[in-house]
């Protein structure tokens, strides 16, 4: 298993630019999301998803889509960037929401900085 | 809205040392369950335990231990004889009931120097 995958690592982009952030993962995981850490404010959830086809806004969703059109890939887009969108994106999947209390897996993380 | 405050944001302690990192959580649910992760240099984010809000028994494993106390809605996680392999970012983190939504905390910075 590869676990939780994402691409690209790293990533500069200009101002207004436009790019997606891909997360695939081959646990079979029903529930995915995304995160962005900043300094001092820890993990803040952007968006999420329970399965295939059913997305919902985390915390701080806006400036950022996803969709989730099969149970292994779920793409973070950013339409059009900032500077504010400056940070450190992960991936995470887990097992789905019954019992609640499943830990979840994480990627290693995209580094987007925006100019 | 629920919430996690990690008071302590950087501790540096010398090797051998006990260090207890502090976590405080804040939810409406009567069901919810609580995370700690690790974040080395590395940058990869390590689960390390998870705990449900029904069970209030402490837990051990190996030099890492960890104190549930509901009544202070506390969750402490305690490294005894810290090594500086120890030395990362540790992250307390709470999840709904629904568990749709997972809240982390700030993080606090371990420096374990030898």
């Known amino acids: 298993n590869a676990g939780v995958t994402q691409t690209p690592k790293f990533q500069v982009l200009k101002t207004g630019q436009s790019m997606t952030l891909q997360c695939a993962q081959d646990?079979?995981?029903?529930?995915m999301s995304w995160y962005r850490q900043d300094p001092g404010m820890g993990l803040r959830l952007i968006h999420y998803?329970?399965?295939?086809?059913?997305?919902d806004q985390g915390e701080v969703p806006n400036g950022y889509n996803v969709s989730r059109s099969t149970t292994e890939d779920f793409p973070l887009r950013l339409l059009s960037a900032a500077p504010s969108q400056t940070s450190v994106y992960f991936c995470?999947?887990?097992?789905?929401?019954?019992?609640?209390?499943?830990?979840?897996?994480f990627g290693p993380g995209t580094r987007l900085t925006v100019t | 809205a629920q919430k996690v405050t990690q008071a302590q944001t950087e501790i540096s302690v010398v090797e051998k040392e006990d260090v207890t990192l502090d976590c405080v959580y804040e939810?409406?649910?009567?069901?919810?369950?609580l995370f700690w992760y690790k974040q080395p240099p590395s940058g990869e984010l390590v689960f390390l335990i998870r705990?449900?809000?029904?069970?209030?028994q402490n837990e051990i494993s190996g030099r890492y231990s960890w104190n549930f106390q509901k009544s202070t809605s506390s969750f402490n996680f305690t490294i005894t004889a810290s090594q500086v392999v120890d030395s990362a970012v540790y992250f307390c983190?709470?999840?709904?009931?629904?568990?749709?939504?997972?809240?982390f905390g700030g993080g606090t910075r371990l420096m374990v120097k030898p």
């Open positions: 705990r449900n809000s029904f069970d209030e």
């Open positions: 995470a999947s887990s097992l789905g929401l019954q019992g609640g209390g499943y830990e979840q897996y």
């Open positions: 646990m079979n995981h029903e529930y």
């Open positions: 998803s329970v399965g295939a086809g059913i997305t």
């Open positions: 983190a709470l999840r709904n009931n629904a568990g749709n939504m997972l809240t």
């Open positions: 939810t409406r649910d009567t069901t919810y369950y």
